[in-house]
């Protein structure tokens, strides 16, 4: 499966590919720099995920980390 980002971004190059082509053909005029600003979106790194934070106890869990111990009953939160 392929992500709406990547997608978009072969779509954006295969357009401007195609556009670079025609008008080398219609007018004799080089225009390849068409393509070179989505680049980038294809080689982007994904981010990664927040890190969870999970009391042992009673299974409250957050993804924000400045919560230390848990708002319930006071244990400190690990991260998962």
């Not at 190059?13 to 080398?24: D, E, G, N, P, R």
């Not at 080089?30 to 990664?48: C, H, Q």
């Amino acid at each position: 499966m392929v992500s709406s980002r990547t997608a978009t971004a072969a779509v954006g190059v295969l357009a401007s590919l195609a556009i670079s082509v025609a008008a080398w053909v219609v007018f004799d005029i080089a225009v390849f720099f068409l393509a070179v600003p989505l680049i980038p979106l294809l080689f982007r790194r994904r981010t990664e995920e927040p890190a969870v934070y999970e009391c042992p106890d009673c299974g409250f869990r957050t993804q924000n980390p400045e919560f230390a111990y848990c708002p319930h009953d006071g244990t400190r939160l690990e991260a998962r």
